[in-house]
């Protein structure tokens, strides 16, 4: 499975922006998939999964009530609808396949995407 994050870019503070996580290859509908972000000079954090089916999701603290994980397998994509953007929130957003959607470790991630930077200005 090959993944490619889009829809980053320079927004504003309480923008809504959607990023978007494209997949390759029939066994993607078998793979959660992970969003994270990493900030610079920062560790990779997650921000949310969901479960190959899509009835399961995660979500960090932080992002919960503004972010919401959605997938439609139909189109191999996964997407991260991002409310209320707060200058915190920039970062270079990544997604990633796991096995267990309740993994939050980066370690337990694989097929990493490229990235998309959001930048949210205040």
């Known amino acids: 499975v090959q993944l490619q994050a889009s829809g980053g870019g320079l927004v504003q503070a309480g923008d809504s922006p959607r990023l978007s996580c494209a997949a390759s290859?029939?066994?993607?509908?078998?793979?959660?998939i992970g969003w994270f972000r990493q900030a610079p000079g920062k560790e990779r954090e997650f921000v949310a999964a969901?479960?190959?089916?899509?009835?399961?999701?995660y979500y960090k603290d932080s992002v919960k009530g503004r972010f919401t994980i959605s997938r439609e397998n139909a189109k191999n994509t996964v997407y991260l609808q991002m409310n209320s953007l707060k200058p915190e929130d920039t970062a270079v957003y990544y997604c990633?396949?796991?096995?267990?959607?309740?993994?939050?470790?980066?370690?337990?991630?694989?097929?990493w995407g490229q990235g998309t930077l959001v930048t949210v200005s205040s």
């Open positions: 990633a396949t796991t096995l267990e959607s309740r993994s939050n470790s980066p370690e337990e991630y694989g097929n």
């Open positions: 969901i479960s190959g089916s899509g009835v399961r999701t």
């Open positions: 290859g029939r066994t993607y509908s078998l793979y959660a």
